[in-house]
């Protein structure tokens, strides 16, 4: 009977560990997350899941190509995934669907381009970075809520896990800007 007894209570134990593990781990170290809808299209698609790196910017700021996971500046409940294109005290415009960083035009071969978006110049500030979606006609981003705080940022997406044939990491191509 005592052997019964403490065959439980070594599982229960085991089982609350693991528990405790996982929620340590999600809170502070990774976090999976769901793509929904075409703003990162064609890096991304809708019903993807992605693992989250939320420890990497707590040693580095973030980099220009990063895709990252924010909260919505505007609706602090609701998490958006875009692309980091511009950092503190650069000055970011767009001309014609094209991309201009410190008036470098900036070469994105992920971008699905819509060819009439105008915004800018904006000197980003210090603590915030300007996102953009890689589907830049279907996208809610920087140009429309603004550059983004910096402690908005949960991480960065570095895995697709889901579904099987896509399962890769994503790398961030070198945005080369002067």
């Not at 960083?101 to 819509?114: A, F, K, M, T």
Request: glycine share 8%.
């Amino acid at each position: 009977m005592d052997r019964q007894r403490g065959w439980w209570r070594d599982a229960v134990q085991t089982v609350l560990l693991a528990g405790v593990l996982a929620l340590l781990i999600r809170l502070f170290v990774v976090e999976p997350f769901r793509v929904d809808g075409p703003s990162m299209e064609p890096t991304l698609f809708t019903g993807e899941r992605l693992l989250v790196d939320k420890v990497s910017y707590r040693f580095h700021p973030p980099r220009r190509g990063d895709v990252v996971v924010f909260r919505n500046p505007r609706n602090l409940r609701e998490d958006y995934i875009k692309r980091v294109v511009a950092l503190p005290g650069d000055t970011v415009e767009m001309r014609l669907g094209r991309l201009y960083v410190n008036g470098q035009p900036v070469p994105e071969p992920y971008v699905l381009r819509d060819g009439i978006s105008t915004y800018g110049p904006e000197q980003i500030p210090p603590g915030y970075c300007f996102v953009l979606g890689d589907n830049r006609a279907n996208s809610r981003d920087s140009r429309f809520f603004g550059p983004v705080p910096l402690h908005l940022l949960k991480g960065r997406a570095w895995l697709i896990f889901w579904p099987p044939r896509r399962v890769h990491i994503l790398t961030a191509p070198a945005l080369a800007v002067p």
